[in-house]
Each structure stands twice: as C-alpha cells, then as structure tokens.
C-alpha cells in the first residue's frame, strides 16, 4: 500500500532551488552563473532525475560532476546530492551548508545470521555489527541497541563499505549488517535462510 506523504517546505526554499534549476545562479560575488554545477553520487539510482533533467532542454544550465559535500565545500560545484546525515556531520566545520530538499528517503534494515543466536535487537549484544561507520545506517544501529536498553560499547561495531557487507555476512565475519538498500537485501540472500 502506497503511503501519502505531506512535503512543507518554505517558499523562499522552493523559489531558490527552482531558480536554481534554471540556471539563475546568484554566486557570492554578486555575478549570475552560466551553469549550475551540480555534484552528485554516483553510485545511487536516486540521481538519476538529475540525470534525466541535465538531457532535457530544461537542463540545459546544469552541469553534473561526481561529487558530494566535500566537492561543495571545496567551492567546486553549487550544490552537491548526499545523505542528509552526512550534511549534519559537515555543518559543524562549515555552517553554510543547507539541505533544500529530500530526495529519497530510505529504509534501513538490520540483517542478522539466526546461526549467530540473533533473533530480537535484544540478541545483538556481544556481536560483531557491520556498518558505514558515521552515516545514517550507523546512526540506525544505535538508536536500534538504545530501543532495548543497549549501548554502542555492548557490540563491536566494524566499519565496512557497504558491497563489503553480504560477503562478510556470509563468511561468519560479522554477526549482522545495519544498511540501507540494496546492501541489505544482498547481505539477506547472501545467507539465505539463515538470515
């Protein structure tokens, strides 16, 4: 079943960001820029709008490079696409950034090995958990453990990229993975009925 969602956002927020798009750029020194250089991830679908848009005659102002928050903070691009964690994280050495809009929004998942003795969060305690160490996922994993009375120092956390996860999963490297998707649906058919 489809779930309605409310967007609010702030005129002003909207206004900016469409006249963005349109490649009406005011940069900092006054001038209008030519082309909105834009700094995205390349390695998730939720990007492939921009991509799209940049084809189109309505994309004809943006330019797209690899690239996220550090791509913005080293003035390299205008806006950049990234976790909104990771947003968080930075603003504390650069207070200019801004999140302007939610692109996606995913759904993280705890993936567990049964044959590790984990049934419930509550069996996490004493296990290996891999994870993106400092993203979202990582967060997920924490406030997970504090849902049943656990802490962080109660697991091993590992930090691991996530196409790392369902091979270590499988070889008994780590007891469960906290991730987004697709690294989590591998991570499950990785250990097939074992997860």
Same mark, same amino acid.
């Given at each position: 079943?489809a779930q309605?969602?409310?967007? *609010? ?13 349109m ?13 909105? %250089? ?14 799209l =848009?940049?084809?189109? %005659? ?5 330019e ?6 550090p791509?913005?903070?080293a003035?390299?691009?205008?806006v ?6 990771? /947003?968080?994280? %930075?603003?504390? /050495?650069?207070?200019?950034i ?10 993280? *998942? ?8 984990? *049934?419930? /969060?509550?069996?996490? *305690? ?11 996922a990582?967060f997920y994993i ?21 196409p790392?996860?369902?091979?270590a999963?499988?070889?008994?490297? =780590? ?6 998707e697709?690294?989590?649906?591998q991570?499950a ?7």
């Open positions: 079943m309605e969602r409310k967007v *609010r956002a702030r005129p002003l927020s909207i206004v900016a960001a469409a006249c963005a798009c490649g009406l750029l005011v940069v900092p020194n006054g001038a209008v820029a030519e082309k909105l %250089r834009v700094g995205v991830n390349l390695t998730t679908i939720e990007t492939l709008p921009i991509y =848009v940049e084809r189109e %005659r309505a994309g004809v102002g943006i797209l490079s690899g690239g996220a928050i791509s913005l903070t003035g390299n691009v205008d950049a696409t990234n976790a909104e964690t990771q /947003a968080i994280l %930075r603003s504390t /050495a650069n207070a200019e801004r999140v302007i809009l939610t692109v996606a929004e995913y759904d993280y *998942r705890i993936v567990a090995r049964r044959s590790a003795g984990v *049934r419930t /969060a509550m069996d996490l *305690r004493g296990k290996k958990i891999a994870t993106s160490l400092n993203s979202s990582h924490v406030k997970t453990l504090q849902s049943v009375g656990l802490s962080e120092p109660d697991v091993t956390v590992v930090g691991m990229t996530p790392e996860m369902p091979a999963l499988a070889r008994g490297d =780590v007891d469960a993975v906290s991730i987004w697709p690294a989590a649906e991570s058919k990785a250990i097939g009925l074992d997860a």
